[in-house]
């Protein structure tokens, strides 16, 4: 079955940077969208970065400049670098998958557990 499983979060600093990754598994990887959403306590899940199987990539306006999502076939792996990070970035992250290309709507059939960020102001 299809398995998402995300790591590299943790604490920083404002301004600071983590690199969150996800291991996909149980699917063709290639062929399905990815994408990665965060939620906040007390917020909806918001998108935050999408890639489609054209590599054609979608930002979140707040993320933009920032964010950068990015993908490693071979090893089945979807990343999130972000950079210059903000107390507003704190969330739960999870990476998502699907055949069809949701972006950064919510509609993706497939989540990870979620990873915590937190930024320290």
């Known amino acids: 079955q299809v398995q998402l499983v995300e790591s590299g979060g943790g604490s920083v600093q404002a301004g600071g940077s983590l690199r969150l990754s996800c291991k996909a598994s149980?699917?063709?990887?290639?062929?399905?969208?990815m994408g990665w959403f965060r939620q906040a306590p007390g917020k909806e899940r918001e998108g935050v970065a999408a890639?489609?199987?054209?590599?054609?990539?979608n930002y979140a306006r707040s993320v933009q400049g920032r964010f950068t999502i990015s993908q490693d076939n071979a090893s089945n792996t979807l990343y999130l670098q972000m950079t210059n990070l903000k107390p507003a970035d704190t969330a739960m992250y999870y990476c998502?998958?699907?055949?069809?290309?949701?972006?950064?709507?919510?509609?993706?059939?497939?989540w990870g557990q979620g990873v915590q960020v937190t930024v320290a102001s």
């Open positions: 998502a998958a699907d055949p069809d290309g949701w972006s950064l709507m919510p509609y993706y059939g497939h």
């Open positions: 149980g699917y063709p990887y290639s062929s399905y969208c």
């Open positions: 890639l489609d199987t054209n590599d054609y990539t």
